[in-house]
């Protein structure tokens, strides 16, 4: 059955779909931590999810539990409506190694082509899933799988960066309890497709450009890893002077207005003066003079006196 819709300009647009329009049918590129709890995540709320993994191990693990799964050397996007790509971007030599990706959107690529010529209405919409720099989507990813497939992008397939933010310990309910989606879309027909597969999670869904999205991931560890990494230079500083640090961080949870209030420090507001310069100045100092290193803190002060400059 098909749903009729439009485009950005007007012009009608047939998104054909399986069997109604809320079931879509998802290929999962990738089944491991993230790639296999989304795609189980997605079947519960009743979409048709199949996998595809380069490793056999993967495939055999999925096919014994009663999953449709297929090696990527047998790819095919018949039927498929979006393809979730959720390849490892590892880190190596300090920076986001996209071999694996890159390796998965090149068989993508060929497999959209060869999809293409058999199903021409369809518009499939490429989802990535992995956690990648700014710019990636667009500067390489797209620009492979235009080569590859001999297609363009937003018009005869679609493109989304949607991230995934479950933790690896929680994967599967996390996964199924997403907080919000956050969508980002090549053009309106990619956000609505992927609008559509996560709708039925109830949460709030964020739209915005695939680059924003992209560095949104970022910005949510970022946001993360330097929160730990301020309590943990801390504690050293409470242990050196004989301080209960659990005592004295949870209660900074209630006093501090950084840590209770959500919006606190996040608009653009500039440099920050008064008490919160003169202390963090005057800390670092009493600190340095008894051999306590604040390289985190010492930052802090680098960088509002960057913005200081404008
Ligand atoms: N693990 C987490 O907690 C978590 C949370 C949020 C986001 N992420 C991000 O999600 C992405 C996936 O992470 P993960 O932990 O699921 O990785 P993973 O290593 O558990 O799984 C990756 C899977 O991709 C498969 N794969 C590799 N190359 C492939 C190819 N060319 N074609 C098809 N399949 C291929 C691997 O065999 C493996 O099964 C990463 O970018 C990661 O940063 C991870």
């Known amino acids: 059955m098909g ?17 109604d329009v809320q079931t879509l049918h998802v290929l999962g590129v ?11 995540a997605l079947r519960d709320l009743g979409h048709r999810v199949r996998f595809a993994d380069i490793d056999d191990g993967v495939v055999e693990r999925l096919r014994a539990e009663g999953l449709e799964a297929s090696h990527m050397a047998n790819l095919d996007l018949a039927g498929v409506d979006l393809v979730l790509v959720s390849v ?47 710019g990636t989507t667009e500067d390489r ?30 994967a599967q309910a996390d996964a199924g309890a997403p907080r919000a989606s956050v969508v980002g879309e090549l053009d309106e027909r990619s956000g609505d497709l992927v609008e559509r597969l996560v709708a039925p999670f109830g949460r709030p869904i964020h739209r915005m450009p695939i680059r924003a999205a992209e560095f949104h991931k970022y910005v949510h560890n970022l946001a993360n890893a330097a929160k730990i990494s301020f309590f943990n230079e801390l504690r050293e500083v409470a242990t050196s002077i004989g301080v209960d640090a659990d005592r004295v961080f949870g209660l900074v949870t209630e006093t501090a207005e950084g840590l209770w209030n959500a919006a606190y420090g996040t608009l653009d507001l500039g440099s920050f003066e008064g ?36």
């Not at 749903?3 to 069997?19: E, N, Q, W």
């Not at 990738?30 to 790639?35: I, T, Y």
């Not at 986001?96 to 919409?125: N, Q, W």
Request: hydrophobic share 40%; with cysteine; glycine share 10%.
């Open 88 to 134: 490892q971007t590892p880190t190596f030599e300090d920076h986001a190694d996209l071999r694996y990706l890159e390796a998965a959107i090149a068989d993508i690529g060929e497999a959209l082509g060869r999809a293409a010529a058999s199903e021409p209405d369809r518009y499939r919409v490429v989802v990535v899933r992995s956690t990648i720099p700014p």
């Open 275 to 310: 008490c919160l310069s003169k202390d963090l100045r005057a800390f670092l100092s009493w600190a340095a003079e008894r051999g306590l290193e604040l390289p985190l803190l010492s930052g802090a002060e680098d960088t509002n006196r960057r913005s200081e400059r404008g």
């Open 141 to 170: 990813l797209i620009p492979a799988l235009e080569t590859r497939s001999g297609l363009r992008a937003g018009e005869d397939f679609g493109v989304s960066m949607t991230p995934e933010y479950l933790r690896h310990w929680n």
């Open 3 to 19: 749903s009729r819709t439009h485009d950005l300009a007007g012009a009608p647009l047939v998104i054909k779909l399986d069997d």
């Open 30 to 40: 990738g089944a491991g931590v993230v790639g296999r709890a989304t795609g189980l």
